[in-house]
């Protein structure tokens, strides 16, 4: 095998590892934030991918506005799961596990209210980023052009995300918010407030994440759950659910052994050999491969 | 001298009615659905225990349901072996998967958990999907010999029953263990491992407990399901089968008893009863926007609302008929 | 009282759309026109969630309880095999469009059980055929999905090739969903390929024409009848120029029947058929004349009528159940050229 | 000796929390170990208690090594404790809490419960009977059936003393036992103790009141910065200057 | 004028009164100690105040003349009241550090950084763990960290539960007198619910004593001190 065709499945393994990256990126902050799980949120990649092939490819709206309205609606999006699903969950006693199934059943009932509108038929995305046969060609290696917007917005939302919630109040708020909601209410936070940005925030980031991966996964069902929705998930957890950086890191590697698990051993068993080290890394790094400090009681 | 009891009167009813079922609906559709029920319950009440009492999580029960399904299918089919031995191997197979996948619970928690689970599920999926000479992979696996006493196959009737008798035992064991020390251990670990492991509970030991128990249940449960339906195919055993199962488990009520039996007959007509002419696309909408409804509404699941129908109010859980009674006799005594 | 079983939800919710539109517009013809024996003919749609499990559960309700006179579909091989008995244990007619050679009538020998489409044994004998008599392949590389339906059409392509005293040098799996075949088509390079064959769905289909577009890998494609459609040009965009594919149907067929029910179909619906549409179109209109023919619904009487007396012309040329209970055998081969699918051949 | 702690040291990263630590506990006494916070009392007592492992160094009971030990085994053996931040089973009830701390009492088996025999139905009523005694004891029979979420602080507390008599342990850990509790109160307190000791219950203690230590305890271990710095009586403590300059304060209370 | 003033306090749970109608008021400038028996009701009240927990209808709690019954907490705490609650309640995951800045929301920014030092000057214990994790602080030094929140806070009325538990002696008497302090410099006003009653008379004005839900005894302190219920209460064995 010429070493130019390993760096490229390298490169393509880094390029698709970013988009579970960028799903992860959403599941990492709600959990700093409210420590919470929320399956629903993997629908906002879907609707944002479709409200924006709605509002620009049907309706023919510029892109920017498409733009804005799709992240705008989905950004509600993520209130109402809040007002309407996480409020009343724990207003009757609710806990994680409750949340959880609401919310893969939000996800089921997307995927088909999708269909009803919009049909199985995935859609093609249209050419913002480039077009299909558009490539940047470097060092006998090739990319689409839309990775390079994907890598991009990846590093400014990280970088984003990571400053909020580490270095800002607000984001030490919602992290204080999220470990005991009482005392920070009597520190004087507005954890009203601060709940309604969690979610606003979780649904915007994936959101934007679905109009860039849509011309990778086309304007499909497949943004709204399976498999991306399983892989953002494993990305974050392998960073332990602790910071934007390690999701990011998690799905690039999980994306690079996938491709590796593809081009040296085997393409029937690439994901049992992508779950088996994924299993492997949280049985011997219990709380994600770049926690290091031992909690007690 | 008393009052007629209506709530109890009713309940025998309803149970009079459970027995004599196959023979009030003479509708083959409608008695398959209720076997098909039946294994969702024994299944979803392995789920209620696993997650409601011991407090774990599984997102990848169809991984359990499909060894017990294909292990089934593989000893009666391709070995010839009688069906007892295949369920007993199916349910053996299960076990021991449900004890390997309750190794990384030890370390982990809850969530990191569920994503492991998930991992199981689809590495099991995958493997039905690949290993062809075993598990007939996407063709699926055909020709599974019908359960039969003697000289008569099993119709829906004879699956019925036995089905019938098959989850009054497994309700029956959950709920004794529910009520007794094991019970209370597993209530004390999922509230505080390390306050329970210092009162001398063996945290390890009682989550394995619980893993062996549900994948055992989701086991036979499969190989029940494998006899039933006669063929296999992998599209059954996939993460949203998981996650229906465990939306079987509360929507039932996961501290409820007969919440994997309420939720598996629940989810299992729910659809079908949707499936209104013209509906074809609605129906999924409709169940999933009722699941969605019960949770939110109801955390507590369906089955709380209806012991609190018979019994007025619900029983803090853990607590015993024996201690109940004692208690008052107690009370009784002081004043 | 008709029923219709087809997925649309889950993975063959792509299908699932054509079917119904294709069956909708059959039904409306017909009953406008006086329906069948003077009656109306109501059909039922039912949803298998591209499940044969849930197909089970459907194909019992319609037979069982809602008793209907033939059912149409499940749409998915393994469905159709698992459901297959039942139909023959109510005695009625079941017919699918699904194309997997295992339920031949050959094989199965079930009565009431007919195919509306040519089988993949057909179609992908063709394609390997073209592939290596015209395109002049001799180290083939395979693509293919990890459905029944592509594992089917995977056994005969090896079959096939294998009678040319050909081997196929690297088989390679991309699961529906994937969205990077960079590994597999690496691999497919090493082992030195001079042509795809593509045996997946259409997104995934998609997906690897865009990235061997990507790695600059110049060999001719060849796909087989999921790739001969608009759900796979539409995805893959310019990337699917020259792409050659098999397929069922082809609406730019200058056959006047053709063209009669494409314009009939674009005016109901607004766009264009595929060959799911209109294989369920042609089924519906056979059910409508065997029960004429029959004189009855009865399911014995009309497998009986459907199996030996019927003939009859429809969109795809004369349909006539032959010894494999498949009604046609009528297949194309045609190539991309960036706007529809042009003919090269068609084959009987 | 019923405890006896070698070279006891704990490191969490870069905090030693425990430095070599040797500690003995006489059969049948109480033993104080009081030291500035943060100077690793409650560290000892998570290893003690198998709750920690050490980093190195070796914990003997009864002259037996338990250090790789788990906690339930160790609970199992005679060894019983309660937490400093205490931790109840906040799902299950006063009595339950009891009852949990019982499982080491019951010798039927897993068919016992699925054929829910006689046996186990006796012994659920006995185990019930002991846990409401202990109740009593403690002050809480009124409070059987509460949730301990309903309890105030003090009888939390108590609570939590009651589930680890429950072990009927040998040795008994009590990570401050009287914090938060009114004089009278933790008078009663000092009464339980004097009680258990009567009984022959071996207590290891710490506490930051010294009232406290000086009407229970016969020996005192005093720790700082993870050392031990002194032992001995409490009266020779008290006017040990370095004990007073690391923990007491000029006016000591 | 009172800084606080409370009408008829009742609060129940799940029926059960905790406060039956308790009437008090605290002046500016003033501290105030709380004593009482385990389960009086002493944490209840300070929850009732800062707006934890609901008060029955007739309750009226005045914090500068404006009612703040049935107001979010986080706006009881806005208007600068500041509790440390029972039990030490740190967030576990947040990092001493940020567990200050969390509590500094309401002071003025250029303010924050010279509070959060004072603190560490107060608590050295704390100044060598900045960016441990609280959770896995010792109980007193979270003990510390939790009174450490209050004083960065500009908060004009403090109300501490239980500051002295799981303390050492020596940090006890720093506290004390760090509080008595503070409260002169910058003419805090405290509320003090102490058991340790040696510590926290000396420092207070005034003293309330509840029990089982109701005011029993109330005066200054030389009033209050020699009567038999705080004797018997706090110094029964000295
Ligand atoms: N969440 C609750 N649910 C039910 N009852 C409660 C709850 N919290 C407190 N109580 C009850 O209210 C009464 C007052 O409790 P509170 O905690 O205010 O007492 P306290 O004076 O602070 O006692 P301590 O000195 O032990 O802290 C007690 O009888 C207690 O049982
Ligand atoms: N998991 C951990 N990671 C880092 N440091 C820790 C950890 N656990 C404890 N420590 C540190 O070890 C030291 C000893 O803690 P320990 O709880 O034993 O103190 P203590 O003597 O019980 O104090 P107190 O009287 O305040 O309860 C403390 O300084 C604490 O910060
Ligand atoms: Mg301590
Ligand atoms: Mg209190």
């Not at chain 4, 602080?153 to 009651?162: F, S, T």
């Not at chain 4, 409490?234 to 007073?244: I, K, L, S, T, W």
Request: glycine residues 10%; proline residues 3%; neutral net charge.
């Amino acid at each position: 095998m010429e070493t130019k065709d390993i760096l490229q499945n390298l490169v393509s393994g880094i390029a698709i590892g970013s988009t579970y990256g960028l799903i992860g990126l959403g599941v990492v902050f709600l959990w700093q934030s409210i420590e919470r799980i929320n399956f629903a949120n993997i629908s906002s990649a879907m609707l944002s991918a479709y409200l924006f092939y709605t509002f620009y490819s049907e309706i023919g709206m510029g892109f920017f506005i498409s733009f804005v309205l799709s992240v705008g609606i989905v950004a509600l999006y993520g209130l109402g799961l809040r007002y309407l699903i996480h409020e009343p969950i724990t207003k009757r006693g609710g806990g994680r596990l409750e949340f959880v199934v609401a919310t893969l059943m939000i996800c089921v009932l997307w995927l088909n209210v999708i269909i009803v509108f919009y049909g199985g038929l995935p859609k093609p995305f249209p050419p913002v980023f480039g077009k299909a046969t558009d490539f940047v060609r470097f060092a006998g290696v090739s990319l689409p052009v839309v990775y390079f917007y994907i890598f991009l917005v990846v590093a400014i939302l990280m970088a984003f995300l990571h400053f909020l919630l580490r270095k800002t109040l607000v984001g030490k708020s919602l992290r204080a918010t999220a470990q005991n909601k009482e005392v920070a209410q009597l520190m004087g936070v507005n954890v009203n407030l601060t709940t309604s940005l969690a979610f606003m925030l979780s649904t915007t980031v994936v959101g934007i994440a679905g109009i860039l991966l849509a011309p990778i996964y086309f304007v499909s069902l497949e943004l709204g759950g399976g498999s991306i929705g399983i892989k953002g998930f494993s990305a974050a957890v392998m960073a332990g659910l602790i910071d934007p950086y390690g999701a990011v890191v998690g799905g690039i590697l999980l994306g690079i052994i996938e491709n590796f698990s593809t081009l040296f051993i085997s393409s029937t068993y690439r994901d049992v050999i992508s779950f088996l080290i994924l299993v492997a890394v949280l049985i011997f790094k219990p709380k994600g491969i770049f926690v290091w400090s031992l909690h007690r009681d | 001298m008393r009052v007629v009891n209506w709530k109890k009167i009713l309940l025998i009813i309803a149970l009079a009615l459970v027995v004599v079922y196959p023979f009030l609906d003479k509708n083959d559709y409608r008695l398959y659905l209720a076997n098909r029920a039946l294994i969702h319950s024994i299944l979803a009440s392995g789920l209620v225990f696993l997650t409601g009492f011991a407090g774990q999580i599984s997102l990848g029960q169809a991984g359990f349901y499909a060894i017990g399904a294909y292990t089934s299918a593989y000893i009666t089919t391709r070995l010839g072996m009688p069906i007892i031995l295949g369920i007993v191997c199916g349910i053996l197979l299960s076990l021991g998967a449900g004890l390997i996948l309750s190794i990384p619970s030890f370390k982990l928690k809850a969530f990191f958990l569920s994503l492991v689970t998930i991992a199981f599920g689809q590495i099991v999926y995958v493997l039905i999907l690949n290993l062809q000479s075993i598990t007939g992979g996407p063709y699926g696996f055909f020709g599974i010999p019908p359960m039969k006493v003697g000289q008569y196959y099993f119709d829906n009737k004879g699956y019925y029953y036995t089905f019938l008798i098959i989850l009054v035992l497994v309700i029956l064991i959950i709920y004794r263990i529910k009520n007794s020390y094991l019970g209370r251990s597993m209530f004390a670990i999922n509230d505080d491992v390390i306050a329970a492991e210092v009162c001398g509970i063996n945290s390890k030991q009682s989550k394995i407990f619980a893993f062996a128990l549900s994948a055992s249940l989701a086991g036979l449960a499969g190989s029940l399901y494998a006899h039933l339906a006669g063929f296999l195919s992998p599209e059954p055993f996939t993460f949203f089968e998981s996650s229906n199962f465990v939306a079987m488990a509360v929507v039932g009520g996961l501290r409820n008893i007969l919440g994997g039996t309420i939720g598996g007959v629940i989810l299992t007509f729910l659809p079908e009863f949707l499936r209104f002419r013209g509906w074809e696309n609605y129906y999924l909408i409709v169940t999933s926007l009722t699941v969605v409804l019960v949770v939110v509404f109801m955390p507590n699941g369906l089955g709380n609302i209806i012991f609190k129908l018979f019994r007025g109010k619900t029983h803090s859980h853990a607590i015993h008929k024996e201690i109940t009674t004692l208690r008052k006799e107690k009370e009784g005594g002081t004043k | 009282k008709v029923a219709l079983c087809a997925p649309f939800t889950g993975l063959g919710s792509i299908l699932g759309d054509y079917i119904k539109k294709g069956a909708k517009l059959a039904v409306e013809e017909i009953n406008s026109t006086g329906g069948v024996l003077g009656e109306q003919i109501e059909l039922t749609v039912y949803d298998t969630a591209a499940n044969p499990s849930t197909a089970m559960n459907v194909v019992r309700r319609a037979l069982f309880s809602d008793k209907v006179v033939a059912v149409f579909g499940p749409n998915m091989s393994s469905a159709v095999l698992g459901v297959h008995q039942l139909a023959q244990q109510a005695k009625t007619p079941m017919l699918v469009g699904a194309t997997s050679p295992s339920f031949r009538f050959t094989k199965v020998h079930n009565p009431f059980l007919f195919r509306l489409r040519a089988d993949d044994d057909v179609k992908v004998s063709q394609l390997v055929k073209y592939a290596v008599d015209v395109l002049g392949i001799k180290k083939p590389g395979v693509i293919y999905g990890s459905t029944d339906y592509c594992l089917a059409a995977l056994d005969v392509a090896k079959r096939e090739f294998g009678a040319r005293g050909i081997e196929i040098v690297d088989a390679e799996q991309i699961k529906e969903g994937e969205k990077d075949a960079t590994g597999q088509l690496l691999k497919l390079k090493n082992a030195g390929f001079d042509g795809l064959i593509g045996l997946t769905h259409e997104p995934e289909a998609a997906v690897v024409v865009k990235q061997l577009r990507q790695l600059e890998i110049d060999v001719p494609i060849i796909g087989f009848s999921a790739w001969g459609v608009p759900a796979f040009t539409d995805l893959a965009g310019d990337a699917a120029i020259g792409v050659y594919s098999v397929q069922g149907f082809n609406p730019n067929d200058s056959e006047l029947a053709v063209r009669s029910f494409v314009a009939h179909y674009k005016s109901k619906w607004g766009e264009e058929p595929s060959d799911p549409a209109q294989a369920y179109y042609d089924g519906i209109y056979l059910l409508a004349k065997a029960i004429e023919i029959a004189n009855s619904t009865d399911g014995e009487k009309l497998a009986e009528v459907l199996s030996n007396q019927l003939e009859m012309y429809g969109v795809q040329g004369m349909l006539k159940c032959d010894e494999h209970h498949n009604f046609t055998s009528i297949c194309y081969i045609s190539q991309f050229d960036g706007e529809s699918w042009t003919i090269i051949d068609k084959l009987h | 000796m019923i405890l006896q702690a070698k070279n006891l040291t704990k490191v969490f990263g870069g905090v030693i929390a425990n430095k070599e630590i040797n500690l003995n506990v006489e059969e049948g006494t109480v033993t104080a170990l009081i030291g500035p916070n943060g100077s690793g009392k409650t560290t000892f007592i998570n290893q003690v208690s198998g709750v920690l492992k050490p980093t190195s160094g070796q914990i003997l009971f009864k002259d037996k090594d338990i250090t790789s030990l788990e906690a339930h085994d160790i609970s199992r053996i005679g060894i019983a404790r309660t937490f400093q931040k205490i931790r109840l089973f906040e799902k299950l009830t006063v009595i339950e809490n009891v009852l949990v701390a019982r499982r080491k009492f019951f010798k039927c088996g897993f068919l016992d419960i699925v054929f829910h025999t006689k046996r186990l139905k006796n012994e659920e009523k006995e185990q019930l009977d002991i846990a409401l005694n202990l109740l009593q004891r403690l002050g809480l029979a009124d409070e059987a059936w509460k949730m301990p979420g309903e309890l105030p602080y003090g009888k939390r507390r108590a609570l939590e003393i009651a589930r680890a008599l429950a072990l009927e342990p040998k040795l008994l850990l009590l990570d401050e036992p009287a914090a938060g509790m009114t004089r009278n109160e933790f008078a009663s307190i000092i009464d339980i103790i004097q009680k258990l000791k009567e009984q022959g219950i071996t207590m290891l203690l710490v506490e930051h009141t010294m009232a406290f230590i000086r009407e229970t305890s016969d020996k005192v271990y005093v720790l700082n910065f993870g050392e031990v710095i002194a032992e001995g009586t409490f009266e020779e403590m008290e006017h040990d200057p370095a004990v007073v300059a690391a923990y007491l304060g000029e006016e000591s209370v | 004028m009172s800084l606080l003033k409370i009408r008829n306090l009742a609060v129940s749970y799940n029926g059960i009164p905790a406060l039956k109608k308790v009437s008090f008021e605290i002046n500016k400038g003033e501290v105030v100690s709380v004593l009482g028996p385990n389960g009086a009701g002493k944490t209840t009240l300070l929850r009732a105040i800062s707006g934890l927990v609901k008060c029955e209808k007739e309750s009226e709690i005045l914090y500068k003349g404006k009612n703040i019954v049935g107001l979010q907490a986080y706006k009881i705490a806005r208007m600068g009241i500041a509790h440390v609650p029972e039990g030490r309640q740190v967030f576990p995951d947040l990092s001493v550090q940020e567990n200050l800045e969390v509590a500094s929301v309401l002071t003025s920014l250029n303010r924050r950084s010279g509070k959060i030092q004072k603190v560490y000057e107060l608590f050295q214990e704390l100044n060598s763990r900045k960016n441990q994790p609280a959770g896995t602080l010792s109980g007193g030094e979270q003990q510390m960290l939790a009174i450490g929140r209050a004083l960065v806070s500009d908060s004009e009325l403090i109300m501490v539960d239980e500051p002295s538990m799981g303390l050492a002696p020596v940090i006890i008497s720093r506290i004390f007198k760090t509080l008595r302090q503070i409260v002169q410099e910058q003419n805090l006003t405290l509320l003090l619910v102490e058991q340790n009653a040696k510590l926290s008379l000396p420092l207070s004005d005034r003293i309330y004593v509840l029990s089982q839900g109701r005011i029993v005894l109330s005066g200054t302190v030389d009033e209050v001190k020699d009567s038999d219920l705080i004797r018997q209460m706090y110094f029964a064995r000295e």
